[in-house]
Nanobody, 118 residues
Framework: QVQLVESGGGLVQAGGSLRLSCAVSGITGIVNAMGWYRQAPGKPRELVGVSGGGITNYADSVKGRFTISRDIAKNTVDLKMNSLKAEDTAVYYC?????????????WGQGTQVTVSS
């Protein structure tokens, strides 16, 4: 029932920009955080940025280049990526963390490919 649908991925040249969007549906209860992770080939999934509790945390590698915009009422979260680098190439996953008992519950989107060409 819970769905996280990403869009906006694609191919972009180094130095360019891209915006990813995520629409979340089927979540019941309180959503504590929303954001983005990514996974490059042969590497573990890593944080891009997560917004929750009134603050957004970014990975050092994207800080100053990427911006997360969360609409709490609409349950959407966007990722604006500027000054893209080849090392940003990865599958990007939308992420939601909701309240649960006794633990929070995490949900993931299917992923969208971002490829940055040199």
């Amino acid at each position: 029932q819970v769905q996280l649908v990403e869009s906006g991925g694609g191919l972009v040249q180094a130095g360019g920009s891209l915006r990813l969007s995520c629409a979340v549906s089927g979540i019941t209860g309180i959503v504590n955080a929303m954001g983005w992770y990514r996974q490059a080939p042969g590497k573990p999934r890593e944080l891009v940025g997560v917004s929750g509790g009134g603050i957004t945390n970014y990975a050092d590698s994207v800080k100053g280049r990427f911006t997360i915009s969360r609409d709490i009422a609409k349950n959407t979260v966007d990722l604006k990526m500027n000054s893209l680098k080849a090392e940003d190439t990865a599958v990007y996953y939308c992420y939601v963390r909701r309240w649960g008992w006794p633990k929070e519950v995490e949900h993931w989107g299917q992923g969208t490919q971002v490829t940055v060409s040199s």
